[in-house]
């Protein structure tokens, strides 16, 4: 090993990198096909909201400066959506940001996080880098068991990752479950409640968890503009929860860590109620024509409330391959211990029937 990498720790060394979903110009250039179609990474299937592109082209002109680094206008439109005031609020590059920073601000040596079995691999991967010890806690029904998870709390626990709806599984808590169990944990231990797909929950499993910031001061709340909002590409996400909590991950964060693209379209995205409810109505509609779909081939799946659903397959690897041979690309969990299983993005109707088709012609080449 040469001299400089000789000296990084050894749980840097020790990183399994992030695994993204496939890219559609890679598997252009692997295997020179036309049509591919891309269910992988959780991508809303609309594209951007119409009301985000008109702001990026209006902001283009604007480039040669530096974003405000402070994000003013998107901070206050979020105040306006949510009863946070702006010093509660933290913009991140991607939501993935926002996490990364909660590892450097509360994480590191001598410390612990918690997070479940099948959660978002970020969280393992944050926890690692910071040199801090990650504490997978088993799954129950491939969802969080806050029971167990609260049972797992080291003294030196420091933060508490919680996804919801959990991804890959696409598991879901009710609010109230969520509420009674933020009782039962210390204090001194920050919670972070991921709601990257929480746009997508049917009215009446929705909850108002930024309410319980007023009285738990050891909460954050991540949000993304990724998913529903359809703007993965642009890379913006936020946290909110108590001015102290943010104050300090403000010291941490890159002074631009927002581009000015992205805090326009978010802006502007925020504003676009008919675009989410198309987006989330779709997404419904979708789920229902999949798991149509995996009943009709016998496959057994795991009923998700995000955009996306795992579907048990047997030999996943086998399948993923022959499912890109057809163009279609979809996203192994194996590395989620769930060998057995792919991960599908819910698509529009034509996506969705396309990636039936060609998983039938997977699962029976003979015919
Ligand atoms: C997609 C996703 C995010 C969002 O990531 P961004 O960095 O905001 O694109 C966060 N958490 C979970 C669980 C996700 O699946």
């Not at 509360?106 to 010890?133: C, I, K, N, R």
């Not at 167990?148 to 808590?173: C, E, H, K, S, Y």
């Not at 797909?197 to 050891?218: A, C, F, G, I, M």
Request: contains cysteine.
């Amino acid at each position: 090993m040469i001299d400089p990498c000789q000296q990084v720790p050894g749980h840097l060394r020790a990183l399994a990198p992030y695994q993204p979903g496939k890219p559609i110009s890679e598997l252009q250039r692997e295997l020179g096909l036309t049509s591919i179609i891309k269910l992988a990474s959780n991508e809303n299937p609309l594209g951007p909201s119409p009301m985000a592109l008109q702001a990026i082209s209006e902001s283009l002109p604007a480039l040669a400066l530096y974003p405000d680094g402070n994000g003013h206008d998107l901070k206050q439109a979020l105040c306006a959506h949510f009863p946070v005031t702006p010093q509660q609020i933290i913009l991140g590059n991607g939501s993935n940001d926002v996490l990364e920073l909660v590892a450097r601000t509360f994480l590191g040596p001598g410390t612990s996080a918690v997070y479940a079995q099948h959660a978002f691999a970020v969280y393992p991967l944050v926890t690692q880098a910071v040199g801090a010890q990650g504490i997978e806690v088993p799954a129950k029904a491939f969802g969080h068991d806050l029971d167990a998870m609260i049972a797992a709390l080291r003294p030196d626990t420091r933060v508490l990752f919680l996804a919801n709806p959990n991804n890959p599984t696409g598991t879901f808590l009710p609010g109230a479950t969520l509420q009674a169990a933020l009782q039962r944990i210390p204090s001194q231990v920050l919670v972070v409640l991921d709601e990257a797909y929480t746009e997508y929950l049917q009215p009446q499993q929705r909850y108002s968890s930024v309410d319980w910031l007023k009285s738990h001061s050891n909460l954050l709340i991540s949000r993304t503009f990724s998913k529903a909002y359809g703007l993965a590409g642009l890379r913006v996400g936020f946290g909110m929860a108590h001015a102290e909590v943010i104050d300090l991950l403000d010291r941490v964060r890159q002074p631009f860590n927002v581009n000015a693209l992205a805090l326009e379209a978010a802006q502007a995205a925020l504003q676009d109620h008919a675009f989410l409810e198309r987006s989330c109505a779709l997404n419904r509609a979708g789920l229902m024509q999949l798991e149509e779909g995996f009943k009709r081939l016998s496959l057994s799946y795991i009923p998700s409330v995000g955009n996306f659903i795992s579907v048990r397959v047997g030999d996943a690897s086998g399948v993923y391959q022959a499912l890109l041979a057809q163009g279609v690309i979809v996203r192994p969990v194996k590395a989620y211990q769930m060998p057995e299983y792919l991960r599908v993005s819910v698509g529009t109707e034509a996506q969705n029937r396309l990636l039936l088709q060609a998983l039938d012609r997977a699962l029976h080449p003979a015919s």
